[in-house]
Structures are given as C-alpha cells and as structure tokens.
C-alpha cells in the first residue's frame, strides 16, 4: 500500500505517503532523543559540576561541565557503536 491514511476514509482528511510518514517519524524521535539527552546531560553534570549555584558559572565549573558533556557524548557514542555492531 503506498500511502497512509491520517483520518478515517470519506472524512477529507489529507493522506501521506509511507516515506512523510516515517520521515516525520524519524524527526519526532530525533527530537526527543535530543531531549532526552540534554535533561540527563544537565541533571548528571550539573550535580557533579556545580557546588555553588550562582548567576554566573567559575571557571573550574565551566571546564567541568565542558568535560562531563564531552565524556557523555563519548560514552553515548561507544554504546551506540556497540549496539549497532552487534546486529
């Protein structure tokens, strides 16, 4: 079947195809992975890099949280290599 239908049939609703519909699958699931990240990225290097909460960031807590993002990354990146190697 080439196309998928967004509303019961006879309702006018507008139809996509296959490939719009797993293309608007793909962004909504990058969306909320990049989310997913970002929330775990703060929670976990905000904990560990911040001592004193402030308006601004020291200079010991700005390299902290650079190093724990750019560890995060990596890691996320070595599991994901794992996985998919693994197939």
Known sequence: MDSFSTGSSGSGSPQ???NEFMDQMKVQLAQ???QEFLETVR???FEKCITKPGSSLG???SSCIS???DRYIEATGIVGRALFSSR
Do not use: D, N, T
Request: aromatic share 6%; net charge positive; hydrophobic share 25%.
């Open 16 to 18: 996509i195809s296959s």
């Open 32 to 34: 909320a992975y990049a």
């Open 43 to 45: 929670g976990k290097c």
């Open 59 to 61: 200079g010991s807590e």
């Open 67 to 69: 190093r724990c993002v």
